[in-house]
Nanobody
Framework: QLQASGGGLVQPGGSLRLSCTAS????????MSWFRQVPGKEREGISC????????KYADSVKGRFTISRDSAKNTVYLQMNNLKPEDTAVYYC??????????????????WGQGTLVTVSS
């Protein structure tokens, strides 16, 4: 039900925009989040945009550099990533949670996951 895209190779300081399009769910009822994972580490919640009022939440590691947004007409959530750093290299996943996003950084609460898109930040 979730299809992520937009990953790729970018130089440090560069930008990428990830997209995640939902199908077969009532998009407006779901809080949408982005996670990332590198081999050997736990999946990290980096940003969430809640259902209803659209509040946004960010991990400290990306605050001020990443921006999450959603377009309900397109059933799509975006993650604009600016000033990318090598430590941002990871597989990025979108996820949908049928709630208000209060526990947004806990992977186990999510109902649906996208397939992941690889972001590589390297010169």
């Amino acid at each position: 039900q979730l299809q992520a895209s937009g990953g790729g190779l970018v130089q440090p300081g560069g930008s990428l925009r990830l997209s995640c399009t939902a199908s077969r769910i009532t998009f407006r009822y779901y809080s949408m989040s982005w996670f990332r994972q590198v081999p050997g580490k736990e999946r990290e919640g980096i940003s969430c945009i809640t259902s209803g009022d659209g509040n946004t939440k960010y991990a400290d590691s990306v605050k001020g550099r990443f921006t999450i947004s959603r377009d309900s007409a397109k059933n799509t959530v975006y993650l604009q990533m600016n000033n990318l750093k090598p430590e941002d290299t990871a597989v990025y996943y979108c996820a949908a949670d049928y709630s208000d996003g209060a526990a947004w950084d806990r992977p186990l609460i999510y109902d649906y996951w996208g397939q992941g898109t690889l972001v590589t930040v390297s010169s």
